[in-house]
């Protein structure tokens, strides 16, 4: 999160156009909502996960509008994916690092607020874990706790598409259309002021989660039943 070299920034290029080429024409990627963009934080980007496609679809949707990964923003990922070490230098040189999802991750948390410190931006899934259905599940309250306690602008982002080209499961992408829809930049701004309980947290959190559900089709705004995943807060 320091000066980038040209070395840096060239590879990042060529990597953005190996992948750009691949969603474009295998996946017939297809971008909306491109003029809520931003290049600069702190900026939260929070997106629906469905597949293990449409991280990097947004990265691509990202780049191709200026934004690069590990120099403009840096993804959250669960920490599974860095286990296979070539994989893990691949992933991180991209802006990708670990998070333990069953556990606060001190490592994890620190790393989001150096990002957000030094006016960069956060991706990644409030959700949690990958819906096993396409619907939209519940957001986990502590991504607006971060936002209401640094006042952190969020950018949503809706993803269509992808839960069809790879579903939880398959080993190979399927040549399906993928969609990434932005919508505007908001703020938790009726939260600022109040006291941050859990109950204040869950709405904030509910909030965020509309947000992003307005860019999805009916079918995937959907509340899934209870279930005890991720996201679910324990009574």
Known sequence: ????????RIYTEIVKDIFSVYYKLYHRLRI?????IRAHGPLFIVINHISALEPFALGVALAEHGVLPGIHFWTVAKKELFQFPPFAAFISSLGMFPIDRERFDK?????ILNVLRENK????APEGTRSPTGRLQLFQP????????RRVPILPVGAMGSEKAMPIGAKFPRPHPITIRFGPVFELSEFYDVPLTDEVADRAAWVMRAHVAELLPEWMREVPPPSGRIGERKR
């Open 121 to 124: 931006i956060i991706a990644l």
């Open 32 to 36: 909306e909502g491109a003029e809520h």
């Open 1 to 8: 999160m320091t000066a980038v070299s040209l070395s840096r």
């Open 107 to 111: 490592s994890a948390m620190k790393t």
């Open 142 to 149: 502590v991504v607006a706790k971060i936002a209401i306690t």
